[in-house]
């Protein structure tokens, strides 16, 4: 009984622990810079990914899935494996700050998608929360009062195809386990980035391959242990932790890749992280849940 019991502050520890990681992530594919094209980067972290499914593959061989099932788990790698390359894209042309700020409208696009293709409703202040976090997108972005880089435009795409790719395994988790919708996952994206790996291939270095490794597991290690969040506190616990991860990306931008900190950036980011607090403390009143955690959108 006790081992199942709710823990607000060992949910928090552990959603710590999964920013420090995705951070880590982001660290380490900045760390890569653009000598391995973005593609081959994605690809590499996926193939040296698998190794963790390994166990699971005879439950692959075995599983029987109707045509359609097949149709959305492909569409979801598809959505997925452009979003994973411009993800990569970006990392290698605009500060992590902004990466993860921008990352924050993950959620919110989740949010109004799911009005078109699940049939959500959505109420006034959910409405205004949305608005809130389009003002903190162009705070960070400041379109005409700076030149935009196409790793910004890059990030906008991400965060929308993660949306869709999140919508997606929301309706498959409930046909399917959900070690086989990452499963799938994994093996769908390390497909369809194969052929743009191949087309721009340069040939890594070990040490190349030593940081890819440890991308690898540094992202499957988050999403463990924002599975133990959820499973130890309630989402509007663990959700505002996630702002950890902007000041980690601030500090770490500034102390290891001299890179400036930017209050635009830190403040239209506080502001998206806000709104989705917001939302997801709305559908916990509502005993939804629609709106993902921050993280479980990270490629």
């Not at 506080?270 to 709106?291: D, G, M, N, P, Y």
């Amino acid at each position: 009984m006790a081992e199942h019991a709710q823990s607000p502050a060992r949910g928090v520890f552990w959603m710590v622990v999964t920013g420090l990681s995705f951070v880590a992530v982001t660290a380490l594919v900045k760390m890569l810079g653009p000598r391995i094209p973005a593609a081959e980067s994605a690809f590499l972290r996926y193939v040296l990914g698998l190794i963790f499914f390994v166990p699971l593959v005879p439950k692959l061989v075995r599983m029987r899935l109707t045509p359609r099932l097949w149709g959305l788990f492909s569409l979801r790698a598809v959505f997925h494996t452009v979003g994973v390359a411009l993800w990569f894209f970006a990392m290698t042309r605009i500060p992590l700050a902004e990466v993860t700020a921008m990352n924050y409208l993950n959620p919110v696009y989740v949010t109004v998608l799911a009005v078109f293709f699940l049939g959500e409703r959505l109420a006034f202040r959910r409405v205004m929360a949305i608005v809130a976090a389009l003002v903190g997108a162009f705070m960070i972005l400041r379109p005409g009062f700076r030149e935009l880089d196409p790793g910004h435009f890059a990030m906008l795409a991400t965060a929308l195809l993660f949306a869709g790719s999140y919508l997606l395994a929301k309706i498959l988790s409930g046909e399917v386990s959900a070690a086989l919708v990452v499963a799938l996952l994994s093996v769908g994206v390390t497909i369809g980035l194969a052929p743009l790996a191949i087309a721009v291939w340069v040939w890594p270095t070990w040490g190349e391959l030593a940081i890819l490794m440890g991308v690898a597991l540094f992202a499957t290690a988050g999403h463990y242990t924002m599975t133990l969040a959820f499973a130890a506190a309630p989402v509007t616990v663990t959700q505002p932790v996630t702002f950890l991860q902007l000041v980690w990306a601030v500090s770490l931008g500034a102390l290891a890749f001299g890179e400036p900190v930017d209050p635009w950036v830190v403040g239209g980011g506080s502001l998206i992280l806000a709104a989705v607090v917001f939302i997801t403390w709305r559908e916990a009143v509502l005993k939804r849940r629609i709106t993902p955690l921050v993280p479980e959108t990270k490629g």
